[in-house]
């Protein structure tokens, strides 16, 4: 089992864990595999840790910006969310 | 630009002819030409090879080569391939402390530079990443940056779409929507209210201690 693989499905588990429906997190799992093959990176390089990188996703699933109400009003911003590396 | 050209350097490459670097001839040498790194960004050059294997090799070399040359680390990848070529990308790594200060502040503003960056035009994930450098930050990271665009679809800030590239994998591409761009405007009025209250703090005389500094 090579380490993408083991770093992967380490992943997709912590978001299961953290509450998302088994197949949200698989495709979760797998568009961030095709993220790490878009920049040349391995996972662990480009991410981190799986477990600290699932808890920033769930986090950043959360804290989702809202866009401004119809007809005026402010909009409601966030700062980002936590991040698993510096 | 000023390009630089370094010499291949032959190492132990063991007893296969095709890792051996003496054996490559002089037209087939490089010389490697980085284009000229800028602040913490990649760089990009071409190597020759004539198997996948001896590119492997000049990855290292190149690798050993300018970390000794520019005091930098760097991370090597093998991308796109022409005939008898390929390119090899150096992402630099950020010598120790050099952007931690840009990226801490990048941290909290880093949804308002990729509504930006979108505006502009659509993109995906690593073309942000190397436009967030190209503006100055440095390598932002993949634990930071992907989360806030997920972020950002997840608020309908973007749509999303998968596009075949003719070099690799599919991309996700990001498209700013219309809410996106409210948000965006929003967030602008409040970048400058809150530069003003910096440029404001900041720009407060400064009181002479009698006892000067410790």
Redesign the interface.
Known sequence: MSAAHVWIRSFADALTDLGLEPGEAERIAAETSAQAQESGLGLQELFGPSEPYARAVVGALHAAIAAPEPGGGSATTSLPGPSCSA | MAVEQVEPVAGDCGSDPHRQMGAVSDTDQPPISPSEPRGTGPCQMWVPCCDRLRAAVWDETAQRRLLAMRGWGS?V???ARKPDWYSV?LTTVTPSGAS?LS?RWL??F??LCLLGLLAARRD???GL?QRLSDAGFGEV????L???L???E????VDVSWQS?AS?????YFELTA??R??RA??IQ?WWQFRAGIDAAVAQPVLESEGGAQ
Request: aromatic share 8%; proline share 5%; glycine share 22%.
């Open positions: 991370k990848m093998l991308s990308r931690s990226g941290h909290g880093l949804d995906y994930g690593y990443s990271a993949g634990g930071t992907y989360p806030a997920l972020r950002l997840r608020g309908g800030l590239s690799g994998p599919r991309r996700k809410a996106g409210a948000v929003q967030q409040d």
